[in-house]
């Protein structure tokens, strides 16, 4: 079954303690993104993957940072989390190329304490 | 540069009635558009697309979307809503022709009732 797996689906946790939110697609997609969803301003991205080793910044990508090392994985990672990044996050592939639709994961429910 | 905007932020059917959910676009090239359902705890299913064919799209669950470049609009439409659409609606317009970036409306809650 073509999937993106985010994990883990919910965390509480305190300022400053270093977290990563893994995410895995298993359809071969070349395009990656973050998303952050908060009421009233939609989906906003945070960081993008056009390929291994091509990440680049979304909207609002200040407090993230990602990797691409595999074309599989895209993980998110929060350095020193503030209770402003706490959120609901998705990951999503697609093919290459413009106009593609994405495919989302459930989501991340992040709690920042 | 490429925005939408979801003219409505609450809509309210009850069940049998039509849908009709607003959104306009703005954008420097021809777009390609799409509309995305989230359902409670879920991410978000892809409801249709479109991509410079035909100007009306079906899509899943019998919503289509009218694509009117005249009025840059792209309205979501079910003839006959059922208590399982309620949902939050997001339209979506591509960012550029060559990227995967996607630009989100706000969203709209739709909601059903009995």
């Known amino acids: 079954e073509a999937q993106v797996t985010q994990n883990p689906r919910y965390l509480i946790t305190v300022t400053g303690k270093k977290l990563t939110v893994t995410c895995s697609q298993n359809m071969n997609h070349e395009y990656m993104s973050w998303y952050r969803q908060d009421p009233g301003l939609g989906l906003r991205q945070i960081y993008y993957?056009?390929?291994?080793?091509?990440?680049d910044k979304g909207d609002v990508p200040e407090g993230y940072k990602v990797s691409r090392k595999e074309k599989r994985n895209f993980p998110l990672i929060l350095e020193s989390p503030s209770p402003n990044q706490t959120s609901l996050y998705f990951c999503a592939s697609s093919s290459a190329g413009g106009g593609q639709p994405q495919h989302f994961g459930d989501g991340t429910r992040l709690s920042i304490l | 540069a490429q925005s939408v905007t979801q003219l409505d932020s609450h809509v309210s059917v009850s069940e049998g009635t039509p849908v009709l959910l607003r959104c306009n676009y703005s954008s420097s090239y021809s777009p390609s558009l799409f509309w995305y359902v989230q359902h409670p705890n879920k991410g978000l299913q892809l409801l249709l697309k479109y991509t410079s064919a035909a100007t009306l799209v079906k899509g899943i669950n019998g919503f289509e979307a009218e694509f009117k470049k005249s009025e840059t609009s792209f309205h979501l439409t079910k003839p006959s809503a059922h208590m399982s659409d309620a949902a939050e609606y997001f339209c979506?317009?591509?960012?550029?022709?060559?990227?995967?970036?996607?630009?989100f409306g706000q969203g709209t809650t739709l909601q059903v009732k009995p």
């Open positions: 979506v317009v591509s960012a550029s022709s060559n990227t995967g970036k996607l630009i």
């Open positions: 993957s056009m390929n291994v080793e091509v990440t």
